[in-house]
């Protein structure tokens, strides 16, 4: 296997690495796992604001957000199934190994599926997906009212299945970082930890 299959640059041995391997996360894991955090976040705060003052500029600034977000999810996802994920920090319980991978396949396929299923549903209720400047996004299909309620339904699904994967994940990660005070979040800030 050449030197660039395994994820490593020719004439910079282990110096960057365009795929996770068992040692660690590549530096565009790290990066795209920040950003990709930055606008689910994004997403949340303007869905919460929305509640307490409606406004169709938050809108725009969430389908923004998603939008960005798709492109980084797909690239994301194929990432993970097609690469070694890191060998675990410290000495985990097996079945904690186990379901945090399964969360963090999860989440990465629904950050996948749920721009998705809020484009058709939003395509099928005939509402435009505007973004700041006046951008509209074409619908998917034309509108359909029974459609738009089980695309409704299944996005609903999905988001709170999200919600609460992301509540896992990030029970995980304060547990290894507050109580296992182990070295995994400074793994996931780029910094080389030993296993």
């Given at each position: 296997m050449?030197?660039v299959?395994?994820g490593?640059?020719?004439g910079?041995p282990?110096?960057?690495k365009?795929?996770?391997?068992g ?7 790290i990066a795209l796992?920040w950003m990709?955090?930055l606008l689910?976040l994004?997403?949340i705060?303007?869905k919460?604001a ?10 725009r ?9 798709f492109?980084?999810?797909?690239y ?8 070694w994920h ?7 319980n097996?079945v ?16 996948v ?9 939003k395509?099928?209720a005939?509402v435009?997906?505007?973004?700041p400047?006046?951008?509209?996004i074409?619908?998917l299909?034309s509108?359909?009212?029974g459609?738009?309620?089980v695309f409704a339904?299944l996005?609903?699904i999905g988001a709170?299945?999200?919600?609460c994967?992301?509540?896992?994940h990030?029970?995980?990660a304060f547990k290894?970082?507050?109580?296992l005070k182990?070295?995994?979040l400074?793994?996931?800030l780029g910094?080389?930890?030993?296993l």
């Amino acid at each position: 296997m050449s030197k660039v299959q395994q994820g490593v640059m020719p004439g910079h041995p282990g110096r960057f690495k365009f795929k996770d391997n068992g040692l660690g996360f590549s530096p565009i894991t790290i990066a795209l796992h920040w950003m990709i955090a930055l606008l689910v976040l994004a997403i949340i705060a303007s869905k919460i604001a929305a509640l307490v003052e409606p406004a169709s500029a938050s809108q725009r600034f969430v389908n923004l957000c998603a939008t960005l977000l798709f492109p980084l999810s797909i690239y994301r996802f194929y990432a993970r199934i097609t690469s070694w994920h890191p060998l675990p920090v410290g000495t985990p319980n097996p079945v904690e190994v186990i379901v945090s991978r399964s969360v963090a396949v999860g989440l990465a396929l629904a950050m996948v599926l749920l721009p998705v299923a809020a484009w058709l549903a939003k395509s099928s209720a005939g509402v435009a997906v505007e973004l700041p400047g006046g951008v509209v996004i074409p619908a998917l299909m034309s509108p359909h009212a029974g459609a738009a309620r089980v695309f409704a339904v299944l996005f609903d699904i999905g988001a709170g299945a999200f919600v609460c994967g992301l509540a896992l994940h990030m029970f995980g990660a304060f547990k290894n970082h507050f109580v296992l005070k182990n070295d995994s979040l400074k793994r996931m800030l780029g910094k080389h930890v030993e296993l």
